[in-house]
């Protein structure tokens, strides 16, 4: 599909500002990012660290900062405007430096490689002085599911 008439990427370009409160995704409204960029293959969003996002030591958990990735990396990748819905099949994780509790993060996801089937992705959080905090490389893969728009 054409990134100019794209319905699925000009709602994303409508939230942009927003916390990600519409996400067609449970967890993305859990995570409750604010979206800042929207591009055809390219997402940001800003998420400040909850105490129900963290480990026993106070810093951000490692389960939420996978989830923080592949939540957008799926947004982004239903941003694309496919005709089917794509999963991810493998999400490789290195966890980098710590977050700690109330601390802003920006997360960032972005295509590598666009196949007909595979989806090849990487994601970044960072802090807001440009600390990489996580950062994956994801395959997302196209499932038998006709999207409805």
Not at 19 to 42: D, F, M, R
Request: charged share 15%; with cysteine; aromatic share 6%.
């Amino acid at each position: 599909m054409n990134s100019d008439t794209n319905p699925r990427l000009d709602f994303f370009r409508s939230q942009i500002g927003n916390t990600i409160a519409q996400s067609p995704s449970p967890l993305g409204q859990w995570l409750n990012g604010k979206l800042l960029e929207v591009q055809h293959g390219s997402m940001t969003v800003e998420i400040t660290i909850r105490k129900d996002m963290t480990n026993p030591l106070g810093t951000l958990h490692g389960g939420a900062a996978a989830a923080i990735m592949d939540d957008l990396v799926g947004m982004m990748v239903f941003g694309l405007g496919r005709e089917y819905a794509y999963t991810t099949v493998n999400l490789n994780c290195d966890f980098l430096n710590a977050a700690r509790l109330g601390e802003v993060l920006i997360a960032h996801a972005y295509v590598i490689r666009a196949g007909k089937n595979v989806i090849h992705c990487e994601a970044r959080i960072t802090n807001t002085e440009g600390k990489i905090i996580a950062k994956c490389s994801t395959n997302m893969i196209q499932t038998g599911v006709k999207l409805p728009f």
